[in-house]
Nanobody, 125 residues
Framework: VQLVESGGGLVQAGGSLRLSCAASSLTLGAYGVGWFRQAPGKEREGVSYLRERDNTWYADSVKGRFTISKDIAKNMFYLQMNRLKPEDTAVYYC????????????????????WGQGTQVTVSS
């Protein structure tokens, strides 16, 4: 399984970015997909998760600003990030899981099977 992120970059506060994650050697329709991020000196934290039947979860810090989605035909998933803030600056990682996660565990890193290499997002003030 290989996951490759793209779409990171430098943006001013209030701007938008869309991260993409291309998956190979698996069919996304059978997997849950998630995004995590890690800021310098901090733990990697869950940002968003989309379960197989389009149920979604978001960290409180990004609710209303970020949207997760997937395109099964293209075998890709996305994170649309709007109204970005300097505190959103981090390396963002995409991940997939065969487990059906929910309220209590969607952001548990150990429950994800495959990870991308990460893409840097920097939001300037």
């Amino acid at each position: 399984v290989q996951l490759v992120e793209s779409g990171g970059g430098l943006v001013q506060a209030g701007g938008s970015l869309r991260l993409s994650c291309a998956a190979s050697s698996l069919t996304l329709g059978a997997y849950g997909v998630g995004w995590f991020r890690q800021a310098p000196g901090k733990e990697r934290e869950g940002v968003s998760y989309l379960r197989e039947r389009d149920n979604t979860w978001y960290a409180d810090s990004v609710k209303g600003r970020f949207t997760i989605s997937k395109d099964i035909a293209k075998n890709m998933f996305y994170l649309q990030m709007n109204r970005l803030k300097p505190e959103d600056t981090a390396v963002y990682y995409c991940a997939t899981t065969r487990s059906g996660l929910g309220d209590s565990n969607w952001n548990v890193r150990g429950l994800y099977d495959s990870w991308g290499q990460g893409t840097q997002v920097t939001v300037s003030s």
